[in-house]
DNA sequence: AACATGACATAAG
DNA sequence: CCTTATGCCATGT
C-alpha cells in the first residue's frame, strides 16, 4: 500500500508555499484534502525534526499570528525568519492581506 | 476502546 | 481584548 499519511499529505503542501508567502493551518489543511484538518497540521509541524526541509515557518495562524506570539521565543524567530523573505507584519501579526499564499489556478 | 492533549477555527458572551 | 464552548482529527498513554 503506498497511500500518503496525512502527515505526508500536509508537508507536501507546507512545500508548495512559495517564498515570501504565508499561508494559515486551515488553508494547508484544506489543500492537503480536508479543511477540518487545522489542528492536525499544527501537530505535525510540531513533529518536524530540525533538519527537515518543511518551511514550518510559512504557516501562520488564519489572524496572521506566528507561532506562540510574537513575545515567544519561536514567535520571534519565525518572524525573522519571515522578514528575511520580505514577509511584511503589522504590529507583530503578518500583513495577510499582502502576504498570503493565494494559489492561483493557472 | 477511553481519555487527554494539541504550533487550529469559529462562535458567543 | 478576554475567556468558554464546540467541532475537528491524529497521537500518546
Given at each position: ?66 507561532f506562540g506570539g510574537?513575545?515567544s521565543?519561536g514567535g ?31
Amino acid at each position: 500500500m503506498s497511500e500518503k499519511t496525512t502527515f505526508e499529505l500536509i508537508y507536501d503542501v507546507i512545500g508548495q508555499v512559495p517564498y515570501g508567502r504565508v499561508a494559515t493551518y486551515g488553508q494547508i489543511a484544506a489543500l492537503a484534502g480536508n479543511k477540518r484538518w487545522a489542528r492536525v497540521v499544527g501537530y505535525a509541524l510540531h513533529a518536524i525534526s530540525r533538519d527537515s526541509d518543511i518551511p514550518w515557518y510559512r504557516v501562520v495562524k488564519k489572524n496572521g499570528e506566528v507561532f506562540g506570539g510574537v513575545e515567544s521565543l519561536g514567535g520571534r524567530y519565525q518572524t525573522e525568519l519571515l522578514q528575511e523573505e520580505g514577509v511584511g507584519f503589522v504590529d507583530g501579526y503578518v500583513d495577510m492581506e499582502h502576504y498570503q499564499w493565494k494559489k492561483v489556478a493557472f
